[in-house]
Every structure is written in structure tokens, then in C-alpha cells.
């Protein structure tokens, strides 16, 4: 069955940067494109970046574009979500998706606080 599991959040000052990871499993990674959204608290989840199969084309939510920065390792199966310059409106739960056929991860915390 399709699973996705994130790592890598934490607690970072405003400023820093976190990676996060997500190792799919279940399907042929390759052919599909793979989404990160996240949700703060009381918010409607959102999304924040998306990659295509070929790994060559990227799009990003207007809040993050030019600080995170998504990325693909078929060979790992995974798909990487590097942020950079956060700041303590990222701070939020963030998932990874695979949009065709909707699967959720259980998400990651990423908290933004000095």
C-alpha cells in the first residue's frame, strides 16, 4: 500500500533552515509529481510547493518562493522540502502528498521560535 513518512522537523530559531524528507513506499515514485502542504494551527491546510515526475519542473505558494526549495531522489524514493530564512509564520505541520490518487503522510512539526 502507498505510504509516506516526513522527517525532519524541530524547533529552529527564525533565521535558520530545516530539511525535510518524506520516504514513499507502495508505488512506482518515479511516475508520479509530489506535493508538500502544511497546516497551522487554526488554519485551512495549504499548499507549498509541488515537483513533476522528471524532477525539472517546480511551483511554489507565493509565501515560501525563493526560501524553500523542492526536490526529488528517485533513487531514494523520496522527496525533500529545504527551507531556508524561516520565520514564525512557517510554523506549522507539514505533509507530504502525492496528489494523484490523494495520499497524506501523517506530517512533520516544524515550529519557528527563539
Known amino acids: 500500500q502507498v505510504q509516506l513518512v516526513e522527517s525532519g522537523g524541530g524547533l529552529v530559531q527564525p533565521g535558520g533552515s530545516l530539511r525535510l524528507s518524506c520516504a514513499a513506499s507502495?508505488?512506482?515514485?518515479?511516475?508520479?509529481?509530489m506535493s508538500w502542504y502544511r497546516q497551522a494551527p487554526g488554519k485551512v491546510r495549504e499548499s507549498v510547493a509541488y515537483?513533476?515526475?522528471?524532477?525539472?519542473?517546480?511551483t511554489y505558494s507565493g509565501s515560501v518562493e525563493g526560501r524553500f526549495t523542492i526536490s526529488r531522489d528517485d533513487r531514494k524514493n523520496s522527496v525533500y522540502l529545504q527551507m531556508n530564512s524561516l520565520t514564525p509564520e512557517d510554523t506549522a505541520v507539514y505533509f507530504c502528498?502525492?496528489?494523484?490518487?490523494?495520499?497524506w503522510g501523517q506530517g512533520t512539526q516544524v515550529t519557528i521560535s527563539s
Open positions: 507502495g508505488f512506482t515514485f518515479s511516475n508520479y509529481g
Open positions: 515537483i513533476d515526475p522528471t524532477g525539472k519542473s517546480t
Open positions: 502528498y502525492r496528489p494523484r490518487g490523494g495520499y
